[in-house]
């Protein structure tokens, strides 16, 4: 039979065979009817191709599922980026910039600790009045900002230096407090350990 001249196309769902042993009379699973499935019901097909609920809900929760995920028409649509862990630890560092250095003073970002959703990275390109003053060179470049900060040599003089301080105000009045001195203390000792 010839088929009819028009759109009468309609998916051919393949038949799923049982790989359980079980016995041909029973009858063959449908296939899943989840929100990711590629496959409709054919009660969502007409004429073979999908078209949208008329209810006014169910077209507008399509609608925010296909919406992709910007800051808006504001900020020119900034698309949110997604978190690779080097660009994580990117983040990290720009909150904790106040910590880095001590002659700069910046303001905090905000009580929140989370990571920003919106934001875009670039590259920062020197003029050429700046050859000498302002410019990294080659060998100070590096891919990320703290692949850059940990080959910094002030940076980790001054990181040495602050690690250094919190280990001598944090250790109770060196080890002299913890020896045992003269016969008397080794003899205490001996009777605790009874």
């Avoid at 949110?80 to 250095?101: C, F, G, N, W, Y």
């Avoid at 050429?128 to 900002?145: C, H, N, P, Q």
């Avoid at 703290?146 to 003089?157: H, T």
């Amino acid at each position: 039979m010839a088929a009819p001249i028009g759109l009468s196309w309609a998916p051919k769902l393949p038949s799923l065979a049982t790989t359980s042993g079980g016995s041909k009379s029973d009858p063959a699973p449908k296939p899943s009817t989840a929100q990711g499935s590629i496959w409709k019901p054919a009660s969502e097909l007409v004429d073979g191709l999908f078209v949208p609920p008329m209810d006014p809900r169910k077209v507008n929760k399509l609608a925010r599922k296909n919406v992709k995920d910007t800051t808006g028409k504001g900020w020119f649509d900034m698309p949110a980026p997604s978190i690779t862990p080097e660009l994580k630890k990117d983040l990290e560092i720009l909150q904790l910039r106040h910590v880095m250095d001590p002659k700069r003073h910046f303001k905090r970002a905000g009580k929140s600790k989370a990571l920003p959703r919106y934001f875009q990275v670039g590259t920062v390109v020197e003029p050429a009045s700046e050859f000498y003053s302002g410019r990294l060179t080659k060998r100070e470049r590096k891919t990320t900002l703290v692949d850059e900060l940990l080959s910094d040599q002030s940076l980790k003089s001054y990181r040495k230096r602050k690690v250094r301080e919190i280990q001598d105000s944090r250790t109770p009045g060196g080890n002299q407090k913890w020896k045992n001195k003269g016969k008397q203390t080794l003899k205490r000792a001996k009777d605790r350990r009874k």
